[in-house]
């Protein structure tokens, strides 16, 4: 009589089969993700016309006053301040953070995870008091980029109807601005602070939740702006070294 021995696999075949199968479910769902994602975000949305293709509306007024804000954290670079934009940003901290030049400290603590939390913040804390400025401008804190050339985008700006510029997405419905660096007018932070207390849900990222503090898919208030790319990025243990750069568009035209 012939009987049949089920034999079992070795433990090494087993645990190759188990990782290929992990390896393989795991590389799925990170695609999968990636795909879902890039169906919604969508920067530099072909339909929002670019800041220097803009027909100018009016002649820039002489004089454009602007203020330029950053966050920072004790993962910031320690030198980025021998930069002029970095050096004329106000630089927003965390309550407890320990690095120097910090100009206002926030009343609590952030991470990646919280930078909603911080933009909302700083905005209330902009809110309480009179708008001043015609522009404000968000720039990250690893972003290297001359005066001049946000100096000329602004005399652009100020001459059309764009509200805000930076590279435009589309995601939850509204239109928002990448966030190596956006710049908006008066009228949209005037906008912002008539919607203090904020009590919507916050995104997970910072320029989406500002976008939402918008609310807008009115295109004639967006416009696109060429914005860094990452130049060099480096990974430590405990410091983070970015340099960005912005190529402008005007110098070439």
Same mark, same amino acid.
């Given at each position: &009589?012939?009987?049949?021995?089920?034999?079992?696999?070795?433990?090494?075949?087993?645990?190759?089969?188990?990782?290929?199968?992990?390896?393989?479910?795991?590389?799925?769902?990170? @695609?999968?993700?990636?795909?879902?994602?890039?169906? *919604?975000?969508?920067? *530099?949305?072909?339909?929002?016309?670019?800041? *220097?293709?803009?027909?100018? @509306?009016?002649?820039?007024?002489?004089?454009?006053?602007?203020?330029? =804000?950053?966050?920072?954290?004790?993962?910031?670079?320690?030198? =980025?301040?021998?930069?002029?934009?970095?050096?004329?940003?106000?630089?927003?901290?965390?309550?407890?953070?320990?690095?120097?030049?910090?100009?206002?400290?926030?009343?609590?603590?952030?991470? @990646?995870?919280?930078?909603?939390?911080?933009?909302?913040?700083?905005?209330?804390?902009?809110?309480?008091?009179?708008?001043?400025?015609?522009? *404000?401008?968000?720039?990250?804190?690893?972003?290297? &980029?001359?005066?001049?050339?946000?100096?000329?985008?602004?005399?652009?700006?100020?001459?059309?109807?764009?509200?805000?510029?930076?590279?435009?997405?589309?995601?939850?419905?509204?239109?928002?601005?990448?966030?190596?660096?956006?710049? =908006?007018?008066?009228?949209?932070?005037?906008?912002?602070?008539?919607? =203090?207390?904020?009590?919507?849900?916050?995104?997970?990222?910072?320029?989406?939740?500002?976008?939402?503090?918008?609310?807008?898919?009115?295109?004639?208030?967006?416009?696109?702006?060429?914005?860094?790319?990452?130049?060099?990025? !480096? !990974?430590?243990?405990?410091?983070?070294?970015?340099?960005?750069?912005?190529?402008?568009?005007?110098?070439?035209?």
């Amino acid at each position: &009589m012939l009987s049949l021995v089920r034999h079992k696999p070795p433990f090494k075949v087993v645990g190759v089969l188990v990782v290929l199968l992990l390896t393989l479910g795991t590389g799925y769902h990170y @695609v999968s993700t990636y795909i879902e994602s890039h169906k *919604y975000y969508t920067p *530099y949305l072909s339909h929002v016309k670019e800041l *220097y293709s803009l027909t100018p @509306v009016r002649d820039a007024p002489k004089e454009i006053t602007s203020t330029v =804000f950053t966050f920072r954290d004790d993962r910031s670079g320690k030198f =980025f301040d021998v930069f002029a934009l970095q050096k004329r940003a106000t630089k927003y901290c965390d309550k407890d953070s320990t690095i120097d030049g910090c100009d206002v400290k926030l009343p609590n603590n952030y991470n @990646v995870d919280t930078l909603s939390a911080k933009l909302v913040d700083v905005l209330e804390l902009m809110c309480k008091e009179p708008v001043k400025t015609d522009f *404000y401008v968000k720039i990250d804190d690893g972003l290297i &980029m001359p005066d001049s050339m946000l100096e000329d985008a602004l005399r652009v700006m100020a001459a059309t109807d764009c509200q805000v510029a930076g590279g435009i997405a589309k995601n939850y419905g509204v239109y928002w601005p990448l966030g190596q660096i956006y710049i =908006f007018k008066r009228t949209i932070l005037e906008r912002i602070c008539a919607r =203090f207390p904020v009590t919507m849900d916050l995104s997970a990222s910072e320029d989406i939740t500002f976008g939402k503090l918008v609310n807008s898919t009115d295109q004639s208030m967006f416009c696109n702006m060429e914005t860094p790319k990452n130049h060099w990025y !480096r !990974r430590y243990k405990d410091r983070r070294v970015r340099i960005d750069y912005l190529n402008n568009k005007a110098m070439r035209r």
